[in-house]
């Protein structure tokens, strides 16, 4: 089945650091990917996506390129904030699953002053 | 905006009640989800509904029914709360097909003493 694996956490970076939380997936068809964060005390919410390959999500200065030859979705930000400081999840949607997605585990990033 | 809307924040219940956990969406989406967040799972899929009446099984559906009567209500039910139930439970919603994201409730905490 479909699966989705994201750099283990905790990650600690000092204000204006470049971070990159690394995804990989496995899925059958052609997948849609997407980044959720989760701020403290909330539910998730959508970052960004990409639905089909060679695609670029971007939001708020963070990135992510849909690349099917190494099958990953990895999140970038040049220079991050205090307010980024939360936990965030890559996820799939397969055209073969019925609309259900497949979570990540979840990194947790802090950002220090 | 899409709202999500789960009826509680917090809950705390006793061992072997029956709890109704509420969630309406303002959005005519068509599936609804919900989802347990525990630390170091991740999110589980619990249970799904494509459609009112309608309700698929997730990853870990023991102990746990559901109800959809209209399409903007997905009422999870807990028939005798356990212990080991005790989580932080999250609604989520979307419209069709495999490209449109999650629109996630703030959750509800749920202790059963």
């Known amino acids: 089945g479909d699966s989705v694996t994201q750099m283990e956490g905790p990650v600690t970076l000092s204000e204006e650091a470049f971070l990159t939380i690394n995804c990989t997936y496995t899925a059958t068809g052609y997948p849609s990917l997407f980044w959720y964060v989760q701020y403290p005390g909330e539910g998730l919410q959508l970052l960004l996506k990409?639905?089909?390959?060679?695609d670029k999500g971007s939001n708020k200065g963070f990135e992510a390129t849909y690349r099917k030859e190494t099958t990953s979705f990895h999140l970038e930000k040049g220079s991050v904030q205090v307010s980024d400081s939360a936990v965030y999840f890559c996820?799939?949607?397969?055209?073969?699953?019925?609309?259900?997605?497949?979570f990540g585990d979840g990194t947790t990033l802090t950002v220090k002053p | 905006d899409v709202k999500v809307t789960q009826s509680s924040r917090y809950l705390v219940k006793r061992t072997g009640e029956k709890v109704f956990l509420e969630c309406v969406q303002d959005m005519d989406h068509e599936n609804m989800f919900w989802y347990r967040q525990d630390p170091g799972l991740g999110l589980r899929l619990i249970y799904f509904s494509y459609d009112v009446k309608m309700k698929e099984k997730g990853d870990i559906p023991e102990g746990y029914s559901v109800s959809r009567e209209k399409k903007e209500r997905f009422s999870l039910i807990l028939e005798s709360a356990s212990t080991n139930q005790t989580s932080m439970y999250l609604c989520?919603?979307?419209?069709?097909?495999?490209?449109?994201?999650?629109?996630f409730g703030n959750g509800t905490r749920l202790t059963v003493t």
């Open positions: 996820a799939l949607s397969g055209d073969t699953n019925a609309g259900k997605s497949t």
């Open positions: 990409a639905t089909k390959a060679d």
């Open positions: 989520a919603s979307h419209t069709q097909g495999n490209n449109s994201p999650l629109h």
